[in-house]
């Protein structure tokens, strides 16, 4: 049974950082790609980052780049998501995912329907 659990979500202000952790079992192997997304009140879910785990490659939506940064840690099953400068449009839960589907691949990592598992989610609540 693979699971995911994320955690380090919390309140923080605009401008300031978390970090989001992604711990991931029961996997054979690992999975192709893992991601964050996010979905607030009232909003459609948005793919934030992605990593490809064979090589560390990294995409993100524009709405993140350059605040937010994906890492994998595979000695540990983990997946992070460093968030910098924090706004408050970045509030959201904010979940993981894993996907060991063929047809990912680094232009569509993105799109939450590719992935297979998800977790429960962490809150990120940014105040201004």
């Known amino acids: 049974q693979v699971q995911l659990v994320e955690s380090g979500g919390g309140s923080v202000q605009a401008g300031g950082s978390l970090r989001l952790s992604c711990a991931a079992s029961g996997y054979t192997g690992r999975p192709r790609y893992m991601g964050w997304f996010r979905q607030a009140p009232g909003k459609e879910r948005e793919g934030v980052a992605s990593?490809?785990?064979?090589?560390?490659?990294?995409s993100y939506a524009d709405s993140v780049k350059g605040r937010f940064t994906i890492s994998q840690d595979n000695a540990k099953n983990t997946v992070y998501l460093q968030m910098s400068s924090l706004k408050p449009e970045d509030t959201a839960m904010y979940y993981c995912a894993a996907s060991n589907s063929p047809l990912t691949s680094s232009t569509r990592s993105l799109q939450g329907y590719l992935y297979n598992y998800w977790g429960q989610g962490t809150q990120v609540t940014v105040s201004s």
């Open positions: 990593i490809y785990t064979g090589d560390g490659r990294t």
